[in-house]
Each structure stands twice: as C-alpha cells, then as structure tokens.
C-alpha cells in the first residue's frame, strides 16, 4: 500500500490571515470552522489541502520547501501582478527575454514561493 499527501502544512504566526491570503492566491476558502485566533487553519484545494499552523517562532531562514503555482486564467505576468497587489513581495525575477522562466515571491509571513508560466503560455512553446 502507498501514501498520499494529505496536507501541506505551513508553520505561521497568524494562520488566519495567512490561510485568508492564499485561499485569495488559490480562489479557495478557509475552512467553514476556521476562524481568526484558530492555532490551525485549512485551506481546501483540489487534491492536497494547505494546513496553516501556528508556531511561536518567527521564520528565520529561507524555506527548505515551497509552491510553485500556476496560474490558470491569466498569464504569469499578470498572476505576479495580482499577488502583488494582495500583499506578496517580489523576491527574485527570474523571467527570461524569450518569456519562459518564474518569479520568486514572498506571502506575508515571508514564506517563499515561485510563479510559473500559465498552461496556455507553456502550449505556445
């Protein structure tokens, strides 16, 4: 018998309101029983649901693990601007002249994670 992942979990000072912004991220939902001052909230996805859990220590040190999202109406660019706007941090460009490549961002607890070209942008290849 295998396993499968059931949820990812992410260490969080505030996981109210950081489960809130990536339910924004993924047009999800918090959990209908998650409310501020939880220690533990989910966010349902399909597939794997992101657990946010709350820890007493402040990040410190680059994530050994992170997101890749892809955005699936709108292009990299214009995901990248609308997180952006949602309070995420530009952290690295790595977009290339030909237009392939990601951009590294930060959610608002400075967990990074990586935005990648749209399924419609990869087809164009």
């Known amino acids: 018998m295998t396993s499968l992942v059931r949820h990812i979990t992410v260490d969080s000072a505030d996981p109210y309101t950081l489960a809130t912004f990536w339910a924004q991220i993924l047009g999800s939902t918090v959990g209908e029983d998650d ?3 939880d220690p533990e909230v989910l966010v349902t996805t ?5 657990l946010f859990i709350q820890v007493p220590d402040p990040k410190t040190t680059k994530n050994r693990v992170h997101l890749d999202i ?3 109406d709108r292009t990299r660019d214009e995901e990248v601007d609308r997180l952006l706007a949602l309070g995420a941090t530009l952290l690295a460009d790595h977009r ?5 490549g990601w951009v590294t961002l930060a959610d608002i607890e400075g967990n990074e994670f990586d935005v990648e070209r749209s399924a419609a942008e990869r087809a164009q290849d």
């Open 35 to 37: 409310h501020p001052g």
């Open 46 to 50: 399909p597939g794997t649901g992101i």
């Open 70 to 72: 892809q955005p699936q």
């Open 96 to 100: 290339r002249p030909d237009g392939k």
